[in-house]
Structures are given as structure tokens and as C-alpha cells.
């Protein structure tokens, strides 16, 4: 199969590594918005994205790689509307939109399309219909971290005074014990996580107006126990220059006629690079499009609708004789 990259940043690279090691997969090209001379891969060609509608009939499966704030609203289904498309859209929130619209473009033009491919939304997601499938009287915890968020940060750099800073979201170990032990607490959305902040701040700044304004930063870290330390750009490159992330999602329950039972599923992951990791993740998923358009379905899917044996290079057999 054949696939593009549309944008790329680091998802975008993470997506041409991932690609380059499946057997069955064939990188088309990179197609970027900045001046394609600028633009080194990994042997990937770069292409202006003016130039991707030239390319419709040599790409199998456009892989999105923008953000969720401000591209894949607009461009997945702009461009559903044209290709084939998988993307990573990851505002919980507002993907029942998101579905709505792409899946009216994909039906329109004939094409499929997988929005919200990655690990949460996506293998989070599958491990929480898992379990509450099979336990229907269970509860479920999703921690996230310890972690680089690359929103958080980035709000903390747009403080006045700021130069650079890294934000870790970390779950809070007591929070954790609780539920792995089956005690089914009601946790606040503090007693579940802290936020801890590296912060390189402009010779001269205010810091204790820069760590007052990160504590008390409306839908970012009033809600949380947050730690702040100013460190030197040095440091900030040496220990803070990785992307790490992972967290867990843990459902609790019970069995037999009085529940007297109980049941912990836990599904954890442990990411030294949150975007390849992302991006593996939607390789994986675009082999499964792929195959699901050559049995002629069309239309908008999520996680929820792939057969897991569409996700693998090998055939049913193989899959049988080695994971079953």
C-alpha cells in the first residue's frame, strides 16, 4: 500500500519511521506548507502541499498529521473529501463533531476515513470498551504520565517573561494504590493528578509573578497540586529535551451472584517518545483502512469499528498459528 505525509512535524517524522519498518507500506511523500527546500526527512521526497492533488491516484491512505486545535477541524474533511485519511484527533470532547463531519465528506465522495487514531483517544479508548464490556458493573480510571504535555507547555511559554519551560503531568501514587487495590475511590481531578513545571525564565523576569500565573492559569493548573522550578536553558536542554509520556487505564469490578469478586484490568503504557509512539500507533490503523477500502466500505471510523487481525501484515492464518 501506498501512503503520504501531511505535515510534518514530529508526528509527521514519527509517521515516516513507522512506515519505512512495515513490510507491506510504500512512502508516496511528505507534503508540507512551508517551502518543501527547507524540509529534510529521512530519505522520504518533500512536496509542496499545493501539490498533493496531483497525487490522488498514486495515494492509498493520507496520513494527517496536524494539531487539533486549528488543522484536522478543517482538514480531514476537506480532504476525506479526495483521499482515503486517517488522523490523530485528540479533543475528547469534541470528536462526535469531528466523526459528523468527516463522515459526511467520506460518504459524499466515496472514500474512507479513521479519525482519532493513537493511545488516548484510541488504545485507551479500546481498553476501556474492553473492560466494560466484560465487567458491565465495573468502573474505570485513566492516569496519564509521568509526561510531557505539549499544550501545558506551551502555555506556560506564552507568559510574559517566559523563554522556554516543560510541563510533566504525573499521577498521584496514593490515587493509584487506591485503585489497583479494588477500593473504587471518588477522586477529584487534583487527587488524580500534579503537574510539575520546568521553567527557563528571561534574565531580569518577575519569577514569582511567572509561578503565580502558572498556578493559577484557568483549565490548565488551577485544578492542580503544581510544582514550579526555574532551571537554566542548559539544564531545560539536557534533562527536559525528550518527549516522554504513557499512563495507565485501570477498570475495577466484580463477578458471581453478590459480587463478591473482584476483578482489576489494567492496560499500561510506557512511551520514551510520545509522537512515534502516536505514529505507530496510526500505521498500524491505515493498513486496517486500507483493507477495509478494497472490501468497498466507505465513510467515517474510530477504533471501535476495526477487526484487530486488519491491523496486522500478516494473514489469518499466521495470526492464528502465532497469537492465538
Known sequence: MKIAIYGYGNLGKGVECAAAKAPDMEIVGVFTRRDPATVKTYGAPVYSADELMNFKKEINVLVLCGGSATDLPEQTPELAKHFNVIDSFDTHAKIPEHF???NDAANYSGHIALISAGWDPGMFSLNRL???AILPEGKDYTFWGRGVSQGHSDAIRRIEGVLDARQYTVPVDEALEQV????NPDLSTREKHRRECFVVAKEGADLAR???EIKTMPNYFAD???????ISKEELQANHSGLPHGGSVIFTGATGQNNEHKHVIEYKLQLDSNPEFTASVIVAYARALYKMRRRQMTGCKTVFDIAPADLSPLSAEELRAKML
Request: neutral net charge; proline residues 0%; glycine residues 4%.
Open 100 to 102: 459528523n463531519a468527516v
Open 130 to 132: 474492553y473492560a466494560s
Open 180 to 183: 489497583r487495590n479494588g477500593k
Open 210 to 212: 511567572i509561578e503565580n
Open 224 to 230: 492542580y497540586d503544581t510544582t514550579v522550578t526555574f
